[in-house]
């Protein structure tokens, strides 16, 4: 499990949020809500799905510590911003970012390596900007051939 280091740019996204827990795991609700209406969103940039997760300052990754959850799509502004959609904007950071190949089935067991065995041993930290999965042309919802990049937050341990 070896991330490449990458500085993400300030990008603006158009989607739509829902807040919950680990406990009340809602993405489902979210992306079928969003993936039907994604083709409204003017401006984009690229085909790339983005799966934004905000979590708050102190994050224990409890099961019922909420956190905000993101389905978006890059864009080059916020103009036209569809009805029923918000505007979200990520500012540079820096961060490590994961191959993962495979379905849902064991994506659980990969986050718990990334923040329970990599990080740690790392020179890095958890950074307080949101993390992120990358869905692109080789991601296929729960198809055991599905790829993703796993983006996460970092900053240089003190």
């Known amino acids: 499990m070896t991330p490449t280091i990458k500085t993400f740019p300030t990008t603006k996204f158009i989607g739509k ?72 904007e990520i500012q540079e950071g820096l961060y490590a970012v994961f191959n993962y190949k495979g379905d849902q089935s064991n994506v659980a067991a990969f986050f718990n390596s990334i923040y329970t065995e990599w990080l740690p041993s790392s020179n890095y930290e958890l950074g307080n900007h949101p993390q992120f999965e990358v869905l692109g042309e080789k ?20």
């Not at 997760?53 to 994050?59: A, K, M, S």
């Not at 990049?149 to 240089?156: S, T």
């Open 17 to 88: 949020n829902l807040s919950f827990t680990y406990a009340d795991y809602r993405v489902f609700e979210l992306w079928s809500s969003f993936m039907p209406r994604r083709k409204e969103i003017q401006n984009t940039i690229g085909s790339e799905l983005y799966n934004i997760q905000i979590n708050p300052e102190n994050f224990d990754f409890q099961p019922n510590t909420s956190f905000t959850k993101w389905a978006t799509v890059a864009v080059s502004s916020f103009e036209n911003i569809p009805d029923g959609m918000e505007s979200l």
């Open 139 to 158: 991601y296929k919802n729960n198809d055991p051939n599905s790829e993703e990049e796993i983006w996460i937050p970092i900053k240089l341990r003190n």
